[in-house]
């Protein structure tokens, strides 16, 4: 490879494991140990990749003798192929961590299957009527919760389908548990109902909203939480407090939202350039003091962002396909990817080292960061 060429890879190039899906990746998930990476495309498969990298990037980093600086060489062997699945359905699946390295995949005939690291499907864990839009399951409680858009079921796995008595008709198609899976946050039209679920479910409290959420996050410790809505912003809700409010000034839709615990701090997608609020003084009613000026202002909207689990970083994508990653709080940003099909899923690893990431042209990729790149 000559010198021209090597000055114009970029840190995705040198950095990413990438595939090509036959559809646009509508959403990923990691598995509870970090193993592997899920990722649903919208024509209904989900393709399995492997995080451990064969070529890391510190086995590729030199130190130059005179300068003392340092490059990384470019892979040399292509990544590992991708475990694809049949179709699940005739749109994309909701996805959901399962075991250990697994997951669960709500599919068009009504069941939450459980797909293994290797993408086999074993039987059943759930079995609702009609198609399962919305799956969410915490290991902490040994619980999963499933919707197929008109109700929602507990279940421990064991046939035990119980439904949530509601009083409304609206869809239902957003779930969330808390970390500890004490509480279910639904989605219920344009509002949201949020359910203790120790013994039995009770409600505990009804939120209208100003649309419908398109999105549902939990802080860290489970005392509150945000949800992008389709139209007008994000809401936000504690639960110690009571207090609820939606903040809005976005000029597309806040699909994405996200919790950074080390920084204490909320972000959304919808705006051009990285929305964030400090929590300790959250955006509720008109409050901008906690705002977080991260990253640079540009021309093209933030389509995902995603907090990483140790440090106080984020990570955004792009309409344009643009990957950055900030410093919370600060305006210097780190240029992963400079353009490519628009960003549509971006999650972190649980330790922080890989960044996945999904896109409307059907890209999947993780981009694996040297240990020494985030101090």
Request: aromatic residues 6%; negative net charge.
């Given at each position: 490879?000559?010198?021209?060429?090597?000055?114009?890879?970029?840190?995705?190039?040198?950095?990413?494991?990438?595939?090509?899906?036959?559809?646009?990746?509508?959403?990923?998930?990691?598995?509870?140990?970090?193993?592997?990476?899920?990722?649903?495309?919208?024509?209904?498969?989900?393709?399995?990749?492997?995080?451990?990298?064969?070529?890391?990037?510190?086995?590729?980093?030199?130190?130059?003798?005179?300068?003392?600086?340092?490059?990384?060489?470019?892979?040399?062997?292509?990544?590992?192929?991708?475990?694809?699945?049949?179709?699940?359905?005739?749109?994309?699946?909701?996805?959901?961590?399962?075991?250990?390295?697994?997951?669960?995949?709500?599919?068009?005939?009504?069941?939450?299957?459980?797909?293994?690291?290797?993408?086999?499907?074993?039987?059943?864990?759930?079995?609702?009527?009609?198609?399962?839009?919305?799956?969410?399951?915490?290991?902490?409680?040994?619980?999963?919760?499933?919707?197929?858009?008109?109700?929602?079921?507990?279940?421990s796995?064991?046939?035990?389908?119980?439904?949530?008595?509601?009083?409304?008709?609206?869809?239902?198609?957003?779930?969330a548990?808390s970390?500890?899976?004490?509480?279910?946050?639904?989605?219920?039209?344009?509002?949201?109902?949020?359910?203790?679920?120790?013994g039995?479910?009770?409600?505990?409290?009804?939120v209208?909203?100003?649309?419908?959420?398109?999105?549902?996050?939990?802080?860290g410790?489970?005392?509150?939480?945000?949800?992008?809505?389709?139209?007008?912003?994000?809401?936000?809700?504690?639960?110690?407090?009571?207090?609820?409010?939606?903040?809005?000034?976005?000029?597309?839709?806040?699909?994405?939202?996200c919790?950074?615990?080390?920084?204490?701090?909320?972000?959304?997608?919808?705006?051009?350039?990285?929305?964030?609020?400090?929590?300790?003084?959250?955006?509720?009613?008109?409050?901008?003091?906690?705002?977080?000026?991260?990253?640079?202002?540009?021309?093209?909207l933030?389509?995902?962002?995603?907090?990483?689990?140790?440090?106080?970083?984020?990570?955004?994508?792009?309409?344009?396909?643009?990957?950055?990653?900030?410093?919370?709080?600060?305006?210097?940003?780190?240029?992963?990817?400079?353009?490519?099909?628009?960003?549509?899923?971006?999650?972190?690893?649980?330790?922080?080292?890989?960044?996945?990431?999904?896109?409307?042209?059907?890209?999947?990729?993780?981009?694996?960061?040297?240990?020494?790149?985030?101090?």
């Amino acid at each position: 490879m000559n010198q021209q060429t090597m000055q114009s890879l970029t840190l995705f190039d040198l950095l990413a494991r990438s595939w090509r899906r036959p559809s646009a990746i509508a959403d990923l998930r990691f598995s509870a140990d970090g193993s592997t990476v899920a990722f649903a495309s919208v024509d209904g498969t989900v393709a399995i990749a492997t995080v451990a990298d064969h070529e890391p990037p510190e086995a590729r980093l030199r130190v130059s003798n005179d300068l003392g600086q340092t490059t990384i060489r470019p892979r040399e062997k292509p990544a590992v192929p991708l475990i694809a699945t049949a179709a699940f359905g005739d749109g994309d699946v909701p996805l959901a961590a399962y075991a250990h390295s697994g997951f669960l995949v709500g599919a068009a005939s009504g069941e939450a299957l459980h797909l293994t690291a290797g993408g086999e499907v074993a039987k059943p864990l759930v079995k609702i009527d009609g198609p399962i839009v919305a799956i969410d399951h915490s290991a902490r409680a040994d619980m999963t919760a499933v919707s197929n858009g008109h109700d929602v079921f507990l279940s421990s796995g064991q046939g035990d389908e119980v439904k949530l008595k509601h009083a409304t008709a609206s869809s239902m198609d957003a779930l969330a548990f808390s970390p500890g899976g004490k509480h279910l946050a639904c989605g219920v039209g344009e509002g949201l109902s949020i359910w203790s679920v120790e013994g039995d479910a009770a409600l505990i409290r009804d939120v209208s909203l100003s649309a419908r959420p398109a999105s549902i996050r939990w802080s860290g410790d489970g005392t509150w939480l945000a949800c992008g809505l389709e139209t007008g912003g994000f809401a936000l809700v504690g639960l110690a407090d009571n207090r609820a409010g939606i903040v809005t000034g976005f000029p597309s839709p806040v699909r994405s939202v996200c919790c950074s615990q080390p920084a204490n701090a909320l972000f959304a997608s919808g705006a051009f350039r990285v929305a964030g609020w400090s929590m300790t003084a959250p955006p509720f009613g008109g409050e901008i003091s906690g705002a977080l000026e991260t990253g640079q202002t540009g021309l093209v909207l933030v389509e995902t962002v995603a907090a990483h689990p140790e440090k106080k970083l984020i990570a955004a994508g792009y309409a344009n396909g643009r990957i950055t990653v900030a410093q919370i709080g600060a305006r210097d940003e780190l240029l992963v990817r400079a353009l490519g099909s628009t960003v549509t899923a971006l999650a972190w690893s649980g330790d922080g080292r890989h960044l996945a990431m999904g896109s409307a042209d059907g890209t999947a990729a993780i981009v694996t960061f040297p240990a020494q790149m985030f101090k």
